[in-house]
Each structure stands twice: as structure tokens, then as C-alpha cells.
């Protein structure tokens, strides 16, 4: 009698796996596809130019906004004192149907300005598939939110993987692209804010500056959540905050972290601390390192502000990886045949390891420490 059981179930299951594929005539669906098709994106099977699929089981909606701080005069770049302003994407956990526009990895123009100097890069950014909608409904309930700081001549976009797998999971991520220190940045003007060239006097004058951005985006988001019509009116909750960012927004959010009490948690991505490194400080932060030759030694910023930690501070060295394998450049290059050389990936810092496996890493390592502390 078991065994007659056993057979029907088996039979029974056998038939609902061969229905949904399509009677056997099928493949089963992908990660990508499945995901797709259950967020109303197009087929993922048929673009190489899309993102690691998220692993959240939550849709994704984006939006972009241009702020100006009147409390602050812009210290550095433009063409005279003007107050401060500071681009922002966020990404957020949407309703499952979703009508919006696809939401575009980077604008053409920026797109072009980041590839003028690197032949092939220009490629592998143009055309890139997200797994987000613009602007469409926010998923119902509060939801943790996370700040994001990208590094000096970067920007947020090209580390989209990193918060879309993180909205993907519940969470409102902000990402505070700062003029004159990221690469272009969208002003209210319509212009484009550029950094042309990198000064290292600029890390130690500015690091404060990005710090003070951060703080500013998070008390605008504040004045958005009283607000009931705003998009993210009422969806944010601001008692359960983090930080993170890679390089100088590694730093950045730990600096921040450490002078803002609305801050729980954070993680630093491989980024060296600038401004002031004395000060004990006990709060959960990770620092997430790529693994550095034993010649360049230990960072000196890194070992000074880990010698004043408390103990909910945690620090891991990712065995293989570069210092910039932690943004999508690495991973979109490798979806072009012969386009990531070795010498390439020597040039931009990205290592040798597998790209997809990298970022898949970075993903849940960043997700489950923060978790721990946000939900």
C-alpha cells in the first residue's frame, strides 16, 4: 500500500514539474527567467548584457533625485560658491506587478564620459540590463534602510548589482553620489558635475564633506517618510539604518557611523579611513578587505581604527579578490568574449577570480552581516 502511495505521489509531482514546462517540450526556466518573468522584465534568457539576478524574492523599483543642502556652500570644483548638492538612486522592494519603464544602468552621456579613456569599456556599459522598474509603487510595510557611498571617480550605477540584491531582500537602499568626488553626477540644473582628475589632497579635504552628504540625505529622507504622498512616504524605516560603501565610501560610511548615533550597522568595502582615526568606537561594522600582497603590508588607516574597536567589529580579508572586484565592471567586461584580458584586469585593480562568484560573495557576505542588526 505504501509503495502504491509512494507511485502516485511521484506520479502526481511528475505531472505538475512536465505542466509547468510546458508538457516536457521545455526547458526549465532559469533564475533570470523565472525572476523576469515573475516582475513583468523582459526575458533574460535573450540579453548577455544583464546583472547577477537578485536572490530576494522582492520586485525592484528605482528612482533618482537631485539635492541641494542650503545649509552648506560647495567647497570644492564648479564655477564659484554655490550651495551643495549631491545626486541620489534608490532602490526599494516594489509591488509585484509593476508597470513602470525599465530602469537604465547608467545614461549614455555618463556612459560615455567613463569609457573615453579605457578602450572596450565603453561596450560592455552602453546597453545593460537591470532588474528594476522606475518609479513604480513601493512594497507595502517599513523597510530598513541602507545609505551606500561609492568610491572617488565612481558611482553608485556601478554597483547596482550590490543594491538591488539588497532591495531584493526588503531594503530601501540610498546611494549618495557626491559631485566632484564621484565620477558624473547629475546636478538640478541638468548639468553634469565631473571630476576630471583625482587629486589626493581631495581624499583628506573631502572626506568630511561626503561624511556631512550622507547626513544630509538621511535627515531629507526623514522629511520624505512624514510625507504621505511622496513615493517613500511612510515606507522607510528609520530606526534600523545602516551604512555601507566601497574605497572612499567605505570610508566614508564608517567615519559616519561612527560621529552618527542613527546609525546601527555597517560595511566598509576595501576602502582606506580618511579624516580623523583616533576615538574608540563599539558598534557593529565590518570591514570587508580584498586580499593585498604582503608587500604593500597593512594599511596603517585600517590598523588604527581597528585597534579602537569594541567588540561587535568584524574584519574578513576576501582571499583573491581586488580592489575594485567589488563594483559590476569586472562582471560586465566578462559577459564580452576576449574583452577582460589579464592585462585589463591588472590595469583596473580587478583581479583574477571568477567575477560572478566574486560579487556573489560580496553580496551575501555584506546582506548577512547587516541583517543581523537591521531586521
Avoid at 552621456?109 to 540590463?129: K, S, T
Amino acid at each position: 500500500m505504501k509503495q502504491h502511495v509512494l507511485l502516485a505521489a511521484l506520479a502526481a509531482g511528475m505531472s505538475l514539474l512536465l505542466a509547468a514546462c510546458g508538457g516536457g517540450s521545455q526547458e526549465p526556466l532559469s533564475r533570470e527567467q523565472q525572476y523576469a518573468e515573475r516582475c513583468a522584465l523582459a526575458d533574460a534568457q535573450k540579453d548577455a548584457r544583464r546583472l547577477p539576478v537578485p536572490t530576494g524574492e522582492h520586485c525592484l523599483g528605482r528612482a533618482h533625485y537631485a539635492l541641494r543642502d542650503m545649509q552648506r556652500l560647495q567647497p570644492t570644483g564648479g564655477d564659484g560658491p554655490r550651495h551643495r548638492e549631491v545626486g541620489v538612486t534608490v532602490w526599494y522592494p516594489a509591488t509585484q506587478w509593476v508597470g513602470g519603464a525599465a530602469a537604465e544602468y547608467l545614461a549614455p552621456e555618463i556612459a560615455q564620459i567613463l569609457a573615453a579613456n579605457l578602450e572596450g569599456l565603453e561596450a560592455a556599459v552602453f546597453d545593460v540590463r537591470t532588474y528594476s522598474r522606475q518609479e513604480v509603487p513601493m512594497a507595502s510595510g517599513r523597510h530598513p534602510v541602507m545609505l551606500f557611498s561609492p568610491g572617488v571617480g565612481s558611482l553608485s550605477a556601478l554597483y547596482t548589482s550590490l543594491a538591488e540584491d539588497m532591495a531584493s531582500h526588503g531594503y530601501v537602499v540610498v546611494a549618495v553620489d557626491h559631485p566632484y568626488v564621484s565620477g558624473p553626477v547629475r546636478l538640478l540644473d541638468g548639468s553634469l558635475a565631473v571630476n576630471d582628475e583625482v587629486d589626493p589632497e581631495l581624499l583628506f579635504t573631502s572626506s568630511h564633506v561626503v561624511v556631512d552628504d550622507l547626513r544630509f540625505v538621511l535627515d531629507w529622507l526623514a522629511v520624505r517618510n512624514a510625507d504621505t504622498a511622496h513615493l517613500l512616504g511612510g515606507k522607510l524605516d528609520l530606526a534600523h539604518v545602516g551604512a555601507y560603501g566601497h574605497s572612499y565610501g567605505g570610508s566614508a560610511a564608517l567615519q559616519w557611523a561612527r560621529s552618527d548615533a542613527r546609525v546601527l550597522a555597517g560595511v566598509n568595502l576595501d576602502g582606506s579611513v580618511f579624516g580623523d582615526l583616533s576615538g574608540s568606537w563599539d558598534f557593529p561594522f565590518l570591514l570587508l578587505q580584498a586580499e593585498h600582497p604582503p608587500s604593500e603590508g597593512p594599511d596603517p588607516t585600517i590598523e588604527a581604527v581597528w585597534s579602537a574597536r569594541g567588540s561587535a567589529a568584524e574584519r574578513m580579508e576576501l582571499a583573491g579578490m581586488a580592489h575594485n572586484s567589488f563594483t559590476d565592471t569586472k562582471y560586465l567586461l566578462s559577459q564580452h568574449k576576449g574583452m577582460l584580458t589579464q592585462e585589463l584586469a591588472a590595469a583596473l585593480d580587478l583581479g583574477q577570480g571568477d567575477a560572478a562568484a566574486e560579487l556573489s560573495r560580496v553580496r551575501q557576505l555584506t546582506r548577512e552581516f547587516l541583517g543581523r542588526y537591521l531586521r
